[in-house]
């Protein structure tokens, strides 16, 4: 496997709900997510063999929040 860890800034989390939301769409994805409400930001660990970085940030949009 082909991990890859990368950081997106995404704007609109504000609760444990959003961290949630966020995680349980990356784990859809086969992904994990590290959210940083603070900071304003998730790390994703993703294999990109199995799962594109467009695909990840379009299931965050999904989620109902804005990625930079």
Same mark, same amino acid.
Not at 38 to 47: E, G, H, L, M, R
């Given at each position: 496997?082909?991990?890859?860890?990368?950081?997106?800034?995404?704007?609109?989390?504000?609760?444990?709900?959003?961290?949630?939301?966020? #995680?349980?769409?990356?784990?859809?994805?086969?992904?994990?997510?590290?959210? =940083?409400?603070?900071?304003?930001?998730?790390?994703?660990?993703? =294999? #990109?063999?199995?799962?594109?970085? =467009?695909?990840?940030?379009?299931?965050? #949009?999904?989620?109902?929040?804005?990625?930079?």
């Amino acid at each position: 496997m082909n991990m890859q860890n990368t950081t997106l800034q995404v704007q609109g989390m504000s609760c444990g709900h959003c961290v949630a939301s966020i #995680e349980g769409a990356m784990k859809n994805l086969g992904a994990t997510a590290k959210v =940083d409400l603070a900071n304003k930001s998730v790390t994703v660990s993703y =294999d #990109e063999t199995q799962v594109s970085l =467009d695909k990840i940030k379009a299931a965050i #949009e999904d989620q109902g929040y804005d990625v930079n």
